[in-house]
């Protein structure tokens, strides 16, 4: 059981055919086929199958697929973990961030960071709250800047920063608002402030007209154009709230505090401690317990 022969299964896993799998991982499609083939026969059981032109997972492969994607992930880790011990400043550092953080947060944080540590090799992964989870219980990531770590994952907060949030919309939807009429510009599903937004209007009995934007830029581009509210972090706005484009709606039990946190896994590379002691330093940030 080879890296090589679950990278391939994961891919073609992630994918869904042995084409795609072959381009992300810049093999020959024969070879991915040879591999999964072969871990297939390793495993014991058919662990794919056809589905028209493409492939899907059997019930065994499905089974099989998180916990390979959690060795992969754990390898992956442990040569970090070996590189940091051997020179933590020459190591690897691998960082998930919701896009709100990855925005707002990260640009600064890894400005400084690498003018201290310019031989740290970093790797970013930006994605919704589910995704950036999910790699962090995984070990695909050995630092998760996101909002509160959900029930299940294995986590330790390791420091926190404020972050408010506020329902923001163009002076002329504000000026208008009512909660269970006006439309409200969300997330899509997986996006911790999507849960947030949709939590709050059921507590509040409200169910407005919604209109689902791809991205946290999309959406905020959405409310300053005037397509209706958004819950957003106030980080998020701040220029469009000083030019006027945008004004904080006055919705009732707003704003909400929802701080940042910055997440490890049980256990911590030696270069990701060197990032975790910088990241406590930065304006804002307090830690919530030793690295």
Known sequence: MTEARLRSFTAVADTGSVRAAAQRLYVTESAVSAAVAALAREVGVPLVERDGRGLRLTPAGAAYASYA??????????????????????????????????????????????????????????????????????????????????????ARVLARRPNELVVVGSPAVAAGFALGATAWVMREPGSGTRATAEAYLADRDAAPPRLVLGSNGAVIAGAAAGLGVALVSRDAVGAELADGRLVVVDAPGMPLQRPWHAVAGPSLTPTARLFVRHLVDAPGWTPAEGP
């Open 69 to 154: 994607r959690r060795v992969l992930g754990l390898l992956e880790q442990g040569r970090a973990a070996a590189r940091g011990a051997a020179d933590p400043a020459r190591g690897s550092l691998r960082l998930a961030a919701v896009t709100t953080a990855a925005d707002q947060l990260l640009p600064g944080l890894l400005a400084s960071f690498r003018a201290r540590l310019p031989d740290v090799e970093v790797a970013v992964e930006v994605g919704p709250s589910r995704q950036v989870w999910g790699s962090l219980a995984d070990h695909r990531a050995d630092l998760v800047l996101a909002g509160r770590p959900p029930a299940g994952v294995p």
